[in-house]
Antibody, heavy 119, light 107 residues
């Protein structure tokens, strides 16, 4: 059974850096084709894809946020970390991590973590 | 940027109705199109992948069609548990994009 769980601060001040961790079980980055993506959702709005990292360290980013995002993985700890710099109140929302194979569809999701950007 | 446009943005339907949601890509994405269902306060749930393949455990009343730029998600007979928001997602390009969502409400 695949499980994922997001963790990180619930409140961040504008201009600060947000660091979110996705801790997973039931799969491994040692397996070819495995990936973990980050998707966010502002309150009452649509899903927005942010970034994705594959087992071979191939990294993909949303073009509109690429300059602010960094995605890394810790294979030994079964974790994926997303860093977002210079946060703004518009970055407020629920952040999800999710598991994918090479197809790109996300078959398992974390429960999400709500991040509020406010002074 | 690849834009994914869903229509309608919302719809009202009754239990038992046949419902079709459309998703159009701004560029060709072959069959790299997935559909998700999301209920309030919950993470999305994968329904259809690769345009027409039913995810394991998803009821057969859900079906997907299309390739290239135009895709549809059909619910053959709407059930009470199907009232939710539905999103399409393209995974053809290096970066992925979601549609803006279609909310299916009770008539």
């Amino acid at each position: 059974q695949i499980t994922l769980k997001e963790s990180g601060p619930t409140l961040v001040k504008p201009t600060q850096t947000l660091t979110l961790t996705c801790t997973f079980s039931g799969f491994s980055f040692s397996t070819s084709g495995v990936g973990v993506g980050w998707i966010r959702q502002p309150p009452g709005k649509a899903l927005e894809w942010l970034a994705l990292i594959y087992w071979d360290n191939d990294k993909r980013y949303s073009p509109s946020l690429k300059s602010r995002l960094t995605i890394t993985k810790d294979t030994a700890k079964n974790q994926v970390i997303l860093t977002m710099t210079s946060v703004d109140p518009v970055d407020t929302g629920t952040y999800y991590c999710a598991h994918t194979q090479r197809s790109g569809s996300y078959s398992s999701w974390g429960q999400g973590t709500l991040v509020t950007v406010s002074s | 940027d690849i834009q994914m446009t869903q229509s309608p943005s919302s719809l009202s339907a009754s239990v038992g109705d046949r419902v079709t949601i459309t998703c159009r890509a701004s560029q060709i994405i072959n069959s790299y199109l997935n559909w998700y269902q999301q209920k309030p306060g919950k993470a999305p749930n994968l329904l259809i992948y690769a345009a027409s393949s039913l995810q394991s455990g998803v009821p057969s009343r859900f079906s997907g069609r299309g390739s290239g730029t135009d895709f549809t998600l059909t619910i053959s007979s709407l059930q009470p548990e199907d009232f939710a928001t539905y999103y399409c997602q393209q995974t053809y390009y290096v970066y992925q994009t979601f549609g803006q969502g279609t909310k299916v409400e009770i008539k």
